[in-house]
């Protein structure tokens, strides 16, 4: 069998496509990464891989000139849906959705043998739902995809509401978004409400800010602005007095009250230049519970992609696998979608089986205690590769794959403050912020909104919660009074001592935490591997 010709999409530090060449039968020829730091470490590791950036400007047509007869494309795009619960948000669409649709344009273009699409546990879920647009009509009408009614909040309406519906009205299907607000007016307006409890700071921190606010009003033209004109223009005049004031002090609460004002409905204003955007199917635009609403219909991403390739000649399964039951030292639950063509297909398509119960977990002891005599830099600028100065011991079946180099590369850690290290030293193994006593949690806000995962001290003998950004959660090592280091984040996701990460340290660190381990990708891999025709 000649190895599969491979594409890797949304590939990050390559955990996925380094899972899939272990299996000896693929052959990445191509991987799309937009992160400049992800870029490094997966060109270091694969460096025989081209490598393009923005997925959102590849011609899929001359791709596939390019790269004749693609066998498989992986990748995990990010999606996140729409949501009505948050607010802060400055869209109604995430504009992640779009990479979703390119990694379907990816597999309908390019039209591989097979395809495999990673992503979050919920994404078949009600939280990760796509609203119904003019540009999905044809298509979801031909596949006959359920569609759901939705109310959808645009977002709160201060002043004038009835100004707001007939905006939106009559420009729905033509939106300039001139008359909006430059985006940090948003960031300056958060940071005066955090300081707005103490008329000290905040009067510090207005102080620093007061030219920039009048920078940003001088350039909006209100005048010329159809939209604000009216109304809303007292607003501006009453902010724009209250910061010009020169003989008299600033009127605060005249500031906050007109701030408030403008970015709230700047937002909402926003979120509506979606509906030109995303060209969406609405209808029953409302005023209601001191917001704007509309109404549309939705779709499940999931059913979407099943009904569109099943139609094209694919047997297709999916469902939620965890790392743990294949042989990472983690829980890390996934949703995993397999495609293959039926015409090569030798063995009913099912999803891979777990080839570890609970009481054969690979835990944390088993992933990083041989490290442990080793000292970790804390400083970039210091950082050496870490010779061993004996071989290591490969007792068990994971060292004898994660142990692959006498030379230790990214053992690097944070720095550690002394409120950290009082922290550290008090909290035993499987304990978290949660179990510090009050006068150890003073410098949080909310200390009672902090998650169990926050300060954890891990436990030897268990798989570790599922790695995200684990300098940012300041994971304790389980016997020692220090964050764990990137290569012990990488260990537990299964990251060969042998791969290198590339970029500062909080980018090394969110590099291992996007990753696909590499043992369940090398999992899916031989799977696949199993039930197809492998005599071409």
């Given at each position: 069998?000649?190895?599969?010709?491979?594409?890797?999409?949304?590939a990050?530090?390559?955990?996925?496509?380094?899972?899939?060449?272990?299996?000896?039968?693929?052959?990445?020829?191509?991987?799309?990464?937009?992160?400049?730091?992800?870029?490094?470490?997966?060109?270091?590791?694969?460096?025989?891989?081209?490598?393009?950036?923005?997925?959102?400007?590849?011609?899929?047509?001359?791709?596939?000139?390019?790269?004749?007869n693609?066998?498989?494309?992986?990748?995990?795009?990010?999606?996140?849906?729409?949501?009505?619960?948050?607010?802060?948000?400055?869209?109604?669409?995430?504009?992640k959705?779009?990479?979703?649709?390119?990694?379907?344009?990816?597999?309908?273009?390019?039209?591989?043998?097979?395809?495999?699409?990673?992503?979050?546990?919920?994404?078949?879920?009600?939280?990760?739902?796509?609203?119904?647009?003019?540009?999905?009509?044809?298509t979801?009408?031909?596949?006959?995809?359920?569609?759901?009614e939705?109310?959808?909040?645009?977002?709160?309406?201060?002043?004038?509401?009835?100004?707001f519906?007939?905006?939106?009205?009559?420009?729905?299907?033509?939106?300039?978004?001139?008359?909006?607000?430059p985006?940090?007016?948003?960031?300056?307006?958060?940071?005066?409400?955090?300081?707005?409890?103490?008329?000290?700071?905040?009067?510090?921190?207005?102080?620093?800010?007061?030219?920039?606010?009048?920078?940003?009003?001088?350039?909006?033209?209100?005048?010329?602005?159809?939209?604000?004109?009216?109304?809303?223009?007292?607003?501006?005049?009453?902010?724009?007095?209250?910061?010009?004031?020169?003989?008299?002090?600033?009127?605060?609460?005249?500031?906050?009250?007109?701030?408030?004002?403008?970015?709230?409905?700047?937002?909402?204003?926003?979120?509506?230049?979606?509906?030109?955007?995303?060209?969406?199917n609405?209808n029953?635009?409302?005023y209601?519970?001191?917001?704007?609403?509309?109404?549309a219909?939705s779709?499940n991403?999931?059913?979407?992609?099943?009904?569109?390739?099943?139609?094209?000649?694919?047997?297709?399964?999916?469902?939620?696998?965890?790392?743990?039951?294949?042989?990472?030292?983690?829980?890390?639950?996934?949703?995993?979608m397999?495609?293959?063509?039926?015409?090569?297909?030798?063995?009913?398509?099912?999803?891979p089986?777990?080839?570890?119960?609970?009481?054969?977990?690979?835990?944390?002891?088993?992933?990083?205690?041989?490290?442990?005599?080793?000292?970790?830099?804390?400083?970039?600028?210091?950082?050496?590769?870490i010779?061993?100065k004996?071989?290591?011991?490969?007792?068990?079946k994971y060292?004898?794959?994660?142990?692959?180099?006498?030379?230790?590369?990214?053992?690097?850690?944070?720095?550690?403050?002394?409120?950290?290290?009082?922290?550290?030293?008090?909290?035993?193994?499987?304990?978290?912020?949660?179990?510090l006593?009050?006068?150890?949690?003073?410098?949080?806000?909310?200390?009672?909104?902090?998650?169990?995962?926050?300060?954890?001290?891990?436990?030897?003998?268990?798989?570790?919660?599922t790695?995200?950004n684990v300098?940012k959660?300041?994971?304790?090592?389980?016997?020692?009074?220090?964050?764990?280091?990137?290569?012990?984040?990488?260990?537990?996701?299964?990251?060969?001592?042998?791969?290198?990460?590339?970029?500062?340290?909080?980018?090394?660190?969110?590099?291992?935490?996007?990753?696909?381990?590499?043992?369940l990708?090398?999992?899916?891999?031989?799977?696949?591997?199993?039930?197809?025709?492998?005599?071409?």
């Amino acid at each position: 069998m000649k190895n599969l010709q491979t594409i890797d999409l949304f590939a990050g530090a390559g955990g996925l496509s380094y899972g899939f060449l272990q299996s000896k039968k693929c052959e990445v020829k191509l991987a799309v990464e937009f992160d400049k730091n992800a870029q490094l470490t997966y060109k270091e590791n694969h460096p025989y891989v081209d490598m393009l950036d923005d997925i959102n400007t590849i011609d899929f047509k001359k791709l596939r000139v390019e790269y004749n007869n693609v066998d498989l494309i992986i990748g995990g795009p990010p999606c996140q849906g729409f949501s009505n619960a948050n607010r802060q948000r400055n869209y109604i669409i995430s504009p992640k959705n779009q990479l979703v649709k390119k990694y379907i344009e990816a597999v309908d273009t390019l039209n591989p043998n097979i395809f495999v699409m990673e992503n979050v546990k919920t994404i078949a879920s009600d939280k990760h739902k796509f609203i119904y647009s003019k540009n999905d009509e044809s298509t979801i009408q031909k596949l006959n995809v359920e569609l759901h009614e939705e109310n959808i909040l645009i977002g709160s309406a201060p002043l004038h509401p009835e100004i707001f519906l007939n905006f939106i009205t009559e420009n729905a299907d033509n939106f300039n978004t001139d008359f909006l607000l430059p985006d940090n007016i948003d960031s300056i307006y958060k940071q005066l409400m955090k300081k707005s409890s103490s008329e000290e700071t905040f009067t510090e921190y207005f102080d620093k800010k007061i030219s920039s606010i009048k920078r940003i009003l001088a350039k909006w033209t209100i005048d010329e602005q159809a939209f604000w004109h009216n109304s809303y223009a007292q607003i501006n005049r009453r902010l724009y007095l209250a910061l010009t004031v020169e003989d008299t002090d600033v009127n605060f609460d005249m500031v906050k009250t007109c701030l408030e004002i403008i970015t709230e409905t700047n937002k909402t204003l926003k979120r509506a230049s979606d509906i030109t955007h995303y060209k969406l199917n609405y209808n029953n635009l409302r005023y209601e519970n001191n917001s704007i609403y509309f109404s549309a219909k939705s779709y499940n991403i999931i059913e979407f992609i099943e009904k569109k390739f099943t139609k094209k000649g694919y047997s297709i399964v999916s469902g939620i696998m965890n790392a743990a039951d294949f042989g990472v030292p983690q829980l890390r639950e996934r949703f995993i979608m397999i495609g293959i063509k039926t015409t090569i297909l030798q063995k009913e398509l099912t999803m891979p089986s777990p080839s570890f119960s609970k009481d054969q977990y690979i835990t944390i002891g088993d992933a990083i205690l041989d490290l442990q005599e080793l000292s970790p830099t804390t400083k970039l600028d210091d950082y050496k590769p870490i010779k061993r100065k004996t071989p290591a011991m490969k007792t068990t079946k994971y060292l004898d794959w994660i142990a692959d180099s006498d030379t230790i590369f990214n053992h690097i850690t944070t720095a550690t403050r002394e409120t950290a290290i009082k922290r550290f030293k008090v909290l035993k193994q499987g304990q978290n912020f949660h179990s510090l006593a009050d006068d150890l949690k003073t410098t949080y806000t909310s200390p009672e909104k902090t998650q169990n995962t926050i300060y954890k001290r891990l436990e030897i003998d268990k798989p570790s919660d599922t790695v995200v950004n684990v300098r940012k959660s300041m994971w304790i090592h389980p016997n020692l009074d220090r964050a764990i280091s990137i290569r012990e984040a990488a260990r537990l996701q299964s990251f060969p001592d042998s791969f290198v990460f590339h970029g500062k340290k909080d980018a090394q660190y969110q590099q291992i935490g996007n990753a696909v381990p590499p043992i369940l990708g090398k999992a899916i891999a031989d799977h696949i591997l199993n039930v197809i025709d492998t005599s071409n």
